[in-house]
C-alpha cells in the first residue's frame, strides 16, 4: 500500500530544496503538480485541489519520467532550476490537445544548454507529430519565442499505441485510450511495481479500447484517470456517475489503488470533497488528485 503525503508544490519544492534524485533510490515516487482538464482553472473554489492543467512527475531507478505538460509544467520546472544540474529527463505526451503542452513553452529546464530532454508522443488527429506541434505552439502570434531558443537537447520520439519504450529496468507500455481524441495511455513497470497513466477515459467504451486499456492497466499497483468524461463542457452537480467507469476498470483488472485527477474546470473544491466521499464508499483505496500530492509506490 503506498503512503500519501499531501502539500502544496512550493512547500514540497522548500522542503526537498537540496535533494537529488539519487534520494529516490530503490524508490517509485509519484507527484502531481498539474491535476485539472481543459484550462487552467484558478480561483477560490479551486485553491485547495489546484488549477493547473495536467503534469505528473515519476522518479524511479535514477530516472525522471514526466507525463503530460500542462501548466503544472512551469511549476515542476521552477523546482529542478534548485536542483543540481545538469537535468536528464523523459517527457511523456497523452495527446497534443492544449491543456497538454501549454506548459511546455513556459519549461524553465528546457532553456539550459546542458540539460537533455527526451519527449515522446503520438500523432495528432491531422498527422502533426509531438514535435510539430510544440513547435506550432510557440510560433508568432501565439509565444514570443520559437521552440529553437530552447538551447537543451531536445530528442523527439514518436509514438504508435502499442509500442514499448526501455529505458534500461524501466519499461513503457502504451495503448490506445480514446480514438476521438487520438490520446494514448501509458503503464510504467520497474521491479514488480507498476502505475497506469490512463487520463481519457471515457463513460462508454467500444470494444476494441475496452481491450487494450484492460491489458494495459493489468495488476497496475495505481491507476491514475480523469474523474470527468473528456470535453464535457458543461455538467451538472448531480452527475456522478462519471468516476464508475474507472472503479469498475480497477475491480475487474485488480487494481490496487485509484488517484483521480484531470478535474473539469467546473469541479470546486466542494464538490470534489463529496465526490472523494461517493467514490471511497465504492473503492476504499481511491483518492482525489491535489496539486503537491506525493505518492510512494509499494511503501
Known sequence: MSNFELSSPQSYVNQKLANQSSNHEGKFVVQFWGVRGLIPTPGSNTSRYGGNTACVEMQLANKRLVFDGGTGLRVLG??????????????????????????????????????????????????????????DQMLLPHFPYPLQVMQSELQFHNLNPGKVVKLDDVTITTALINKTQKSIGYKISWQSYSVAYVTDLQKEIDTAEQESITQLVKDADLLITNISTPFTFHKTDSDNSHWQTAVDLAITSNIKQIVFSHHHPDDSDDWLDQVQIEIASAFPEALIAREGLILDIGQ
Open 78 to 135: 521552477k523546482s529542478w532550476l534548485k536542483q543540481q544540474q545538469p537535468i536528464e529527463a523523459h517527457l511523456f505526451f497523452t495527446n497534443s490537445q492544449s491543456n497538454r503542452i501549454q506548459g511546455f513553452p513556459f519549461f524553465a529546464p528546457a532553456f539550459i544548454p546542458e540539460n537533455s530532454f527526451h519527449i515522446y508522443g503520438t500523432a495528432a488527429s491531422n498527422g502533426a507529430s509531438i514535435k510539430q506541434c510544440l513547435y
